[in-house]
């Protein structure tokens, strides 16, 4: 068969009611593509011109391959900048990895390594930011004063994202989910594993048909890994290889808010399946587009 035209290739438009952020592929795990063959046809000894649906290319781990499949366009955040309380710098962890992914959706970083500033000092800078992360180490750092300031934070509509990983390595990641949602995680297991999409009886995988799971069919799960608790107001957004739930998503009353048990991604095995399209499709959607719009938009002027 010889292919003579692709067509319908979703990521490349803009249609229907998705929004101009977003590449066309949002929520699809499972990305295809029209394409025109042509097919010859030995009863006639004629050739004719045959569509089929294909998925698209994937890299070495199942997941389309090319930014185009990410949740968000190249640069769309321009000017947008994620503050850090990275509290854990051990082992190496400088997050320059998840930087240079973040810097393709225009997303600029701005951390505190180590200790966190004052409130006053959180509070002036995350007023120039458009989400929050914070990496938890095995001693609470964050008071009271540093949580009320993050929860004013939270309530305005900012996104949150919460990390944590194997016990003892999330103490302020529970102080703030605690204050926050009423939510914590504890635990250590043993992962290590890339997993699937969930599937009907499967009790691992990633949630299909998700802003944030755009593009992915296959994710490193992280090494040690705590498990989040149950919470009746969460999205499951990855179970581990043991059934664990790792990463679960807030959605309420126009906050958005992640909890994740697993921060060892962001250093270790980056190159593995999923972690960096999840880096930036979770980023993407933090910023909250569906209720601030535009404002968090480069300008494209």
Not at 74 to 92: K, M, N, P, S
Not at 126 to 151: D, F, G, P, T
Not at 232 to 248: D, W
Request: aromatic residues 10%; charged residues 20%; negative net charge.
């Amino acid at each position: 068969m010889k292919e003579l035209l692709l067509s319908g290739l979703l990521a490349t438009l803009f249609i229907g009611n998705i929004n101009a952020q977003y590449n066309a592929v949002a929520k699809q795990n499972v990305i295809t593509e029209d394409v025109n063959v042509e097919v010859y046809d030995e009863s006639t000894q004629q050739t004719r011109i045959v569509k089929q649906e294909r998925e698209v290319a994937a890299d070495n781990f199942g997941n389309a391959e090319g930014n185009q499949y990410d949740l968000a366009v190249d640069g769309a955040f321009e000017g947008q900048t994620i503050a850090v309380l990275h509290l854990y710098t051990g082992e190496g962890f400088d997050f320059s990895l998840p930087n240079m992914a973040l810097k393709e959706k225009g997303f600029s970083v701005y951390r505190w390594l180590n200790n966190p500033p004052s409130p006053e000092a959180l509070d002036s800078a995350l007023a120039k930011s458009c989400q929050l992360w914070i990496i938890s180490s095995s001693v609470r750092k964050l008071n009271e004063e540093h949580a009320k300031v993050i929860k004013k934070y939270f309530d305005s509509g900012k996104g949150v994202y919460i990390w944590g990983d194997n016990l003892p390595y999330y103490a302020d990641a529970n102080y703030i989910a605690e204050y926050l949602i009423g939510n914590k995680m504890e635990g250590n297991i043993m992962g290590d594993q890339t997993v699937g999409l969930l599937r009907d009886g499967s009790k691992s995988g990633i949630m299909p048909n998700h802003l944030i799971t755009t593009g992915l069919q296959n994710i490193y799960e992280g090494i040690t890994i705590a498990t989040i608790a149950t919470h009746s107001e969460l999205t499951p957004i990855i179970y581990g290889s043991q059934g664990n739930l790792v990463t679960a998503a807030y959605e309420k009353e126009g906050k958005r808010l992640l909890i994740d048990g697993g921060f060892t991604r962001l250093f270790i095995k980056w190159d593995t399946a999923g972690t960096v399209r999840y880096v930036k499709n979770a980023a993407a959607w933090l910023v909250n587009y569906e209720r601030f719009g535009d404002a968090v938009l480069a300008d494209e002027n």
